[in-house]
């Protein structure tokens, strides 16, 4: 190899090294793609307060069609009286336990209950106040995919945002990011396998799992969320805080999420702190369709909302207020516990709870403060 071939060598092994270093530089440089997300701007109140509000089961199905005809009611009736209790809210959250549809054939045929909620449904709760519905629910696939996409439909159409599940697992798991003047909130959705797991491209609910707290989690962070809230149907019908629970409790925390709000088992379940996370494993029915079994099971007939409260002159907190939801003692229509009633059951779920005229406050220093102020 003469002298000028050996130049030629060590300049060409040069230039791809450089090239390589060079490009390496540029790939991680270049922006990262947008994460995608539901994002919904949340303007503050004149009161300077934003508060996020999470309720738990709704379902206007069951007995809902049949009393408002017997009763010569129009459909909104079912919230006439939590209506102004929604209306002190900047946003509202829902755990959707039916799909909004007219198509009523059941997936599962052998499944012992299924509800179905009339396609007005979601205007309704649109009236009422609702501004979001949490899907992964374990009656959100009661008609198959063709009664999930009619529920994001008609929601869609009656401006009401859903979140944990979709057509497939890109949607599902997209979080719901709601951006306040104090800082942006991501709120995600899932719960435990109720056989109806979404997939790359097939229909079906988040599924509780490791991995996907922990993505859901990575996602609300990289999308811009300073706080992340997760949104979990769970637990065993009208029976205690189960293991599980808590051990998915723990993942939560794990993950850096700063606050769990529960729904499932159909009655309100204790609160409870992991390190600096609140955890409500159950808020409760909030408007639903069916009886209960609170006088039956001698538990009490509650309800709760939990919400997320924003402040120009004071650190988030978290305050729960609580409703009445024995349908058989208010008639199939909730309502705001009165001050005896909000005195006697609230400071029962956690010794924390500092009861406030109609509400209780969560006295946790620690909770929800932003990365940077850690």
Excluded at 26 to 46: H, K, N, Q, Y
Excluded at 53 to 72: A, H, K, N
Excluded at 251 to 262: E, K, M, P, R, S
Aim: hydrophobic content about 45%; some cysteine.
């Amino acid at each position: 190899m003469t002298r000028d071939q050996k130049l030629i060598g060590v300049f060409a092994t040069l230039f791809v090294l450089t090239a390589g270093v060079v490009g390496a530089e540029v790939v991680r440089e270049a922006p990262l793609p947008p994460v995608p997300t539901i994002l919904r701007d949340v303007p503050t109140g004149p009161d300077g307060r934003l508060s996020i509000q999470l309720f738990g089961d709704t379902m206007l199905g069951g007995e809902f069609p049949l009393l408002i005809q017997q009763r010569q009611q129009g459909p909104d009736w079912p919230f006439d009286a939590v209506r102004s209790h929604l209306a002190g809210a900047d946003y509202v959250i829902a755990a959707a336990e039916a799909p909004i549809s007219d198509h009523v054939e059941p997936w599962d045929p052998s499944s012992a209950s299924v509800f179905v909620s009339g396609p007005e449904a979601a205007a309704v709760m649109a009236r009422a106040g609702v501004d979001a519905l949490s899907l992964a629910t374990d009656h959100a696939f009661d008609t198959g995919p063709v009664g999930l996409a009619d529920t994001m439909r008609h929601a869609d159409m009656a401006g009401v945002s859903t979140f944990g599940a979709g057509p497939d697992l890109p949607r599902a798991e997209q979080p719901l990011m709601l951006r306040t003047e104090f800082g942006t909130i991501g709120i995600v959705g899932m719960g435990e396998s109720f056989g109806h797991r979404a997939g790359a491209i097939s229909p079906g609910t988040m599924v509780l799992s490791p991995e996907a707290v922990q993505r859901g989690a990575d996602l609300a962070r990289a999308a811009g969320a300073d706080w992340v809230v997760a949104v979990v149907h769970w637990g065993d019908s009208y029976q205690p805080v189960a293991p599980r629970q808590r051990y998915w409790a723990e993942v939560f925390a794990t993950a850096g999420y700063d606050l769990v709000v529960g729904s499932g088992p159909h009655y309100v379940q204790p609160i409870e702190v992991i390190g600096s996370m609140p955890v409500l494993y159950s808020v409760g029915n909030f408007v639903y369709g069916t009886n209960g079994r609170y006088q039956q099971l001698g538990i009490p007939g509650f309800g709760l909302s939990a919400g997320f409260e924003l402040s120009r002159d004071a650190p988030p907190r978290l305050a729960v207020r609580c409703v009445a939801a024995d349908n058989r003692a208010v008639e199939f229509q909730p309502r705001p516990c009165n001050p005896a009633e909000t005195l006697a059951f609230l400071p029962t779920l956690n010794a924390e709870l500092e009861v406030q005229g109609g509400l209780a406050v969560l006295r946790c220093g620690t909770c929800f403060a932003k990365p940077d102020e850690e």
